[in-house]
């Protein structure tokens, strides 16, 4: 089993001391929990009445094993509308809160600077950025906490992404994408970066599929994080179309993740996913 580390500055729960900082530690691919505080995620929108049962559902990921809980203020979903940061805020900063007095690894779902720097200031430890680090004020932020941060790749906003997805070589113009933007983003000062080649996002069924074959080179260089849970892309697959049904789906796809040498999965089914992650890897994979 591959063995992977993500440095901190500043210490992060179940790291322990590793140079100037601090390092979370693990062996074959890990589990980051989704907790979305938005009223329209595309699977779990609305399902959290309070923050309290946020805190709950997080609570039990991490207890499950999830190495660290992600949380979401504003939908990603194909054609959502912006919220502006004083909103996304009111929903995460109470969900953020209570997972670190918790003492779960929380990771903040977001692509802008005030949100990300309240969110490190309320316990997060990880920037989880779907729009790429592209915002110089974002990167600021992770380099001034000392925080590290998932570098993702879209095409697009959310806004438009799937209206007209176009790549001359899609596997080659993700990775470019991905090794330049970790190459700057670690030259600015950003502890460490993990990469995701952003399946769904900006992608249709073909780019997605090609991006999925090829992760064996994606996983070549910085850790890789995948997040396919419950997205379209099973639906085409498999016909599914109500995404709380696609957790099948999400774990054949996060299998062939952790084959191809991923660090980690995004996945809203924390227990379902470290079951058959151990399983796997108790055969041999
Ligand atoms: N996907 C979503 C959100 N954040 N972060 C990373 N790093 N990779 C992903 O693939 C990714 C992500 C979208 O899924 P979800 O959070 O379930 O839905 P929504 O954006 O509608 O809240």
């Known amino acids: 089993m591959r063995a992977f580390e993500l440095r ?6 179940g790291g322990e001391p590793s140079g100037e900082g601090f390092a979370l530690r693990w062996q074959g691919t890990a589990v980051m929990g989704i907790v979305n505080v938005t009223p329209d995620s595309f699977s779990d929108g609305g399902h959290f009445a309070t923050a309290a049962a946020a805190i709950d559902a997080g609570l039990a990921m991490a207890a499950a094993g999830a190495l660290l809980v992600d949380v979401g203020g504003e939908s990603t979903r194909p054609g959502a509308t912006p919220v502006p940061a004083h909103e996304e805020l009111s929903r995460v900063l109470p969900v953020i809160e209570g997972l670190a007095a918790g003492e779960v690894a929380v990771s903040i779902d977001t692509s802008k600077p005030d949100v990300a720097r309240e969110a490190l200031s309320a316990g997060a430890c990880l920037v989880n950025d779907v729009r790429g680090l592209r915002d ?9 906490a000392g925080a590290p941060a998932v570098l993702t790749h879209m095409q697009g906003t959310p806004e438009t992404m799937q209206r007209a997805p176009s790549y001359g070589d899609v596997v080659e113009e993700v990775s470019t994408f ?9 030259k600015e000062g950003i502890v460490d970066i993990i990469v995701d080649p952003g399946i769904g996002f900006g992608k249709r069924l073909e780019h997605n599929l090609a991006l999925l074959r090829a992760l064996p080179r994606l996983a070549s260089g910085h850790p890789l994080l995948i997040g396919a849970s419950r997205k379209q892309l099973i639906e085409s697959l498999s016909g599914e179309t109500a995404p709380t049904a696609r957790d099948p789906g999400s774990l054949a796809l996060h299998l062939h993740a952790a084959a191809s040498g991923a660090a980690m999965v995004r996945a809203h089914d924390v227990a379902a996913h470290l079951q058959a992650l151990r399983v796997w890897e108790g055969i041999g994979g």
């Open 136 to 144: 110089p004020a974002l990167r600021a932020v992770c380099a001034e």
């Open 178 to 186: 991905l090794r330049r933007g970790a190459e700057r983003a670690l």
């Open 8 to 13: 901190f500055r500043r210490p992060v729960p």
